[in-house]
């Protein structure tokens, strides 16, 4: 049913977690994929491996999603090899802890510079070729945390929240191009970001009571709904945060 067959798609912090997982699952809906990682060489070799042996394409770039000119470079050679991109996924990003008062500027700004510069560089460079083109597609991977807040990582939520408003925004600015912009704000997801959470056997119990679902979901219950919001079924579809947390937000 859903066939983005042609399609080239570029996913930021594709080696694991959530961007693997939809790197991959674009692949099976027919797309070329490019990743962008930090520094997991091997895990993006599997993830290039996985989806050249689907039958597409898969470029792989070792850049740092704070680093504005790198960003440019790799999008250049992906335009000169692919012509365009389609769609642009900003879902690169950290979760450190922070407890205000306490909190040094490093840690704010570290994270304001992964999670939330980084997707402002990305659209920055790609939104020209979507606008030439008149279409795109882009989602920007927020969080519960930015919608609701969090207790602890009050820097992790602004910079969240901080890209609902920036998506938001994008979408009315470029609907007359054809481009859709939208989010998708996971709630736990069972990837690399919370093992150290999830290590407490109890707490993870714990997680998983307090969310109506009663289940933390693997990393590709994520990528389904950025998949939708990316085909031509999610063609009305614009300026939206779709929350995918098994019904927590309704439970605070
Ligand atoms: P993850 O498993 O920790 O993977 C993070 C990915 O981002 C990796 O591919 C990593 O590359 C890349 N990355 C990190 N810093 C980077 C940088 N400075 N430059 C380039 N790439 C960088 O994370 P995840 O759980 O899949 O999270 C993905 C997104 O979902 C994040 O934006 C996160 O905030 C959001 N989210 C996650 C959860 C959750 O519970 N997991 C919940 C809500 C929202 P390397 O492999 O090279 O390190």
Redesign the pocket.
């Given at each position: 049913m859903i066939n983005l067959s042609g399609a080239k798609v570029l996913i930021?912090?594709?080696?694991?977690?959530?961007?693997?997982?939809t790197a991959i699952l674009f692949a099976k809906a027919g797309c070329n994929v490019a990743?962008?990682?930090?520094?997991?060489?091997d895990?993006?070799d599997q993830v290039k491996q996985t989806i050249e042996e689907l039958g597409r394409k898969c470029l792989a770039f070792?850049?740092?999603?704070?680093?504005k000119n790198s960003i440019n470079n790799m999008v250049k050679k992906i335009i000169k090899d692919w012509g365009e991109i389609h769609v642009l996924v900003?879902?690169?990003?950290?979760?450190t802890y922070g407890e205000i008062g306490k909190m040094s500027e490093r840690v704010w700004s570290e994270t304001m510079?992964?999670?939330l510069d980084?997707v402002f560089y990305f659209c920055n460079v790609i939104v020209p070729y979507m606008k030439k083109a008149r279409k795109g597609v882009i989602i920007n991977?927020?969080?519960?945390?930015g919608i609701r807040g969090e207790a602890f990582h009050s820097h992790?939520a602004a910079?969240?929240g901080a890209i609902i408003a920036f998506t938001k925004s994008l979408a009315i600015e470029l609907a007359p191009y054809n481009i859709r912009v939208n989010c998708?704000?996971?709630?736990?997801?069972?990837?690399?970001?919370?093992t150290e959470v999830f290590k407490d056997k109890e707490y993870r119990k714990k997680i998983e009571e307090s969310i109506p679902l009663k289940r933390?979901p693997p990393?590709e219950d994520?990528a389904g709904p950025i998949i939708f919001l990316s085909s031509p079924l999610a063609c009305h579809i614009t300026g939206e945060v779709l929350n995918v947390?098994g019904g927590s937000i309704l439970f605070v």
């Open positions: 930021t912090g594709g080696s694991r977690g959530i961007g693997r997982a990743i962008s990682y930090l520094r997991r060489n895990a993006a070792q850049v740092d999603v704070t680093c900003n879902n690169a990003g950290i979760w510079k992964i999670n980084s991977v927020s969080s519960t945390a992790y910079s969240k998708i704000a996971p709630g736990w997801v069972d990837t690399d970001m919370c933390i990393p994520i947390n």
